[in-house]
């Protein structure tokens, strides 16, 4: 355990001892936490946005070759910031692909070329099969570049990890990817298992993915915690499924969606507190 980490407080934001609320019984005792991985541990949003600005970047740069490939692709002067209905219609296509990744119709290693190709026909600015890749290439290497984890994402798993409890990854992006990506930010050791949808076949919000989660750690639905960014997918899907769901609300959405006994963090830096305070940790 890092000597500079309370065993109980982790982040300033929580400065003081903490006691269980008077009269809180809480659940029969948390043992586990399930963690989406995506805006929630990692800043997902920002390096796919580096990453599109890198590629609509190389559509008007007419000198992109292997080389250019080879040295990280366009630079800052070449990017394009892209508007707001061309990152809405990204992740919408995103998405699509995503879930036929899931379903079992598109193979990962095709998905990215194919994705991207459609993108940019949609934006008028289609490219052959050979520009996709190449393309392709190079938003890769941009938003690889630019993954980083969120400043409380570090500092919770170390907590989680220093007091006992299992933890496990749930997303519903692909097994490569978040490998590679959890390991280049050196945080892979602090997972017990990871639960990949387009693994397992099914994903968030089905209950399968979080009881296979549940499984994989040896712990029951009601002493697990799932925590991630989407309320519907992540904090209303492990709560459907038996689990308490975490809402992680880093941006202050509001909503009219709530469903009662799910719970709502804006910070990693929040757990500890809720953790020991309302859920009752089995292991502290």
């Given amino acids: 355990m890092p000597s500079n980490l309370n065993p109980v407080t982790f982040a300033p934001l929580v400065q003081t001892p903490l006691q269980p609320r008077q009269g809180r019984t809480g659940s029969a005792g948390i043992r586990a936490v399930c963690l989406d991985v995506d805006d929630t541990l990692v800043d997902y949003t920002g390096s796919a946005i580096a990453g599109l600005?890198?590629?609509?970047?190389?559509?008007d740069d007419d000198g992109l070759?292997?080389?250019?490939?080879?040295?990280?692709?366009?630079?800052?002067?070449?990017?394009?910031e892209p508007s707001e209905a061309q990152w809405e219609l990204w992740q919408r296509i995103t998405d699509a692909h995503l879930a036929s990744v899931i379903a079992g119709t598109l193979d990962y290693r095709h998905m990215h070329a194919r994705?991207?190709?459609?993108?940019?026909?949609?934006?008028?600015?289609?490219?052959?099969?050979?520009?996709?890749?190449?393309?392709?290439?190079v938003r890769r290497r941009a938003m690889r570049a630019a993954w980083r984890l969120f400043p409380d994402a570090l500092p919770c798993l170390q907590w989680l990890r220093a007091i006992g409890l299992r933890i496990a990854g749930v997303t519903n992006a692909s097994g490569e990817h978040q490998r590679a990506k959890l390991a280049a930010l050196g945080v892979a050791e602090y997972f017990d298992t990871l639960v990949i949808a387009g693994e397992l076949g099914v994903a968030k919000p089905d209950p399968a993915i979080f009881h296979t989660a549940c499984l994989d750690l040896g712990v029951r639905r009601e002493d697990t915690v799932h925590i991630g960014d989407k309320l519907d997918v992540d904090a209303i899907g492990a709560h459907d499924?038996?689990?308490?769901?975490?809402?992680l609300n880093r941006l202050g959405t509001p909503t009219r969606h709530r469903r009662p006994g799910v719970l709502e963090l804006d910070s990693l830096a929040e757990l500890p507190e809720l953790l020991v305070?309302?859920?009752?940790l089995a292991v502290l």
């Fill in 115 to 137: 994705r991207t190709k459609a993108f940019l026909a949609a934006i008028g600015r289609p490219v052959d099969d050979a520009g996709a890749r190449r393309l392709e290439a």
């Fill in 277 to 280: 305070c309302e859920l009752e």
């Fill in 53 to 59: 600005r890198a590629m609509l970047g190389g559509l």
């Fill in 241 to 247: 499924a038996g689990l308490r769901g975490v809402w």
């Fill in 65 to 80: 070759d292997d080389d250019t490939l080879d040295d990280g692709g366009v630079d800052d002067d070449t990017a394009r």
